[in-house]
């Protein structure tokens, strides 16, 4: 199976930045999409940004101009830069992956436990 493992939340003042990594591991051939999407209290869980193989990204419309999706392909590995932050960014963040664990194979998709942000005015 694979594992995949949020770090870097934590309490950020307004205007803050964090960087939040997720790690992918187990049975792996290759990762296509990753995503990082978030759920605050009482709402849906939203997509905040997707990253594909080949590096397109695109963006929640609240964050776009804030948030930065970025991979390392050869650790398995997916990133979320978010700069300026607000209250409102305060949510569990999850990382999922669509796994493929073979050539060929369908996609998989797995999701961290995800990673809290605060952000405090």
């Known amino acids: 199976q694979v594992q995949l493992v949020e770090s870097g939340g934590g309490l950020v003042q307004v205007g803050g930045s964090l960087r939040l990594s997720c790690a992918a591991s187990?049975?792996?051939?290759?990762?296509?999409?990753m995503r990082w999407y978030r759920q605050a209290p009482g709402k849906q869980r939203e997509l905040v940004a997707q990253?594909?193989?080949?590096?397109?990204?695109r963006y929640e419309d609240s964050v776009k101009d804030r948030a930065t999706i970025s991979r390392d392909n050869a650790k398995n590995e997916v990133y979320l830069q978010m700069n300026s932050l607000k209250p409102e960014d305060t949510a569990i963040y999850y990382c999922?992956?669509?796994?493929?664990?073979?050539?060929?194979?369908?996609?998989?998709?797995?999701w961290g436990q995800g990673t809290q942000v605060t952000v405090s005015s």
């Open positions: 990253i594909t193989s080949d590096g397109t990204t």
């Open positions: 999922n992956a669509d796994v493929q664990y073979y050539s060929g194979s369908p996609n998989f998709l797995y």
């Open positions: 187990g049975r792996i051939f290759t990762i296509n999409a």
